[in-house]
């Protein structure tokens, strides 16, 4: 057993009873400043889409909180009208979430949301095959998520 002597007790004591004291009502501070900061993470997807053709992107959210999609390209035509919306993913296919996203997005549509933790997919379609035939687009999504 160890002891310790009288005087290291008696100061132990003292800084017990004074921190004690010096919380009292005032708001509790961390004295580490070890407040999250939570990473928000990019994940960009390529692809080609010919008419009425579709791709899906998975991505894990692993925190709840905001989710931003960004059609960052989109090319040989920049103003071509794709379809783009965020899905809930369960491994094989892509159910996108209603009233997400936009059939009318062109290079640089961008939209976000809330999240909880789980799975979901970047969908990019023609679903109303409006791009021309014998014509492949290139695209390029960004996936901010946290």
Not at 10 to 16: C, K, Q, R, S, T
Not at 77 to 85: E, N, P, V
Not at 104 to 124: K, L, M, P
Request: include cysteine; aromatic fraction near 8%.
């Amino acid at each position: 057993m160890f002891l310790l002597p009288a005087r290291r007790l008696a100061l132990v004591m003292l800084v017990v009873a004074a921190a004690a004291a010096g919380s009292g009502c005032d708001e509790v501070k961390d004295p580490f400043n070890l407040t999250a900061t939570p990473i928000t993470y990019t994940e960009n997807f390529n692809g080609t889409l010919t008419t009425g053709a579709s791709a899906n992107h998975p991505f894990t959210v692993l925190i709840s909180g905001t989710v931003t999609l960004t059609l960052t390209s989109v090319a040989p035509d920049s103003a071509q009208k794709l379809g783009f919306d965020i899905g809930t993913w369960d491994g094989t296919t892509c159910n996108p979430i209603f009233g997400t996203g936009s059939k009318d997005a062109t290079q640089g549509y961008t939209f976000s949301g809330s999240a909880v933790v789980a799975n979901f997919c970047a969908r990019i379609h023609d679903g109303l095959n409006r791009i021309p035939a014998e014509t492949t687009v290139s695209y390029t999504v960004k996936v901010d998520h946290p």
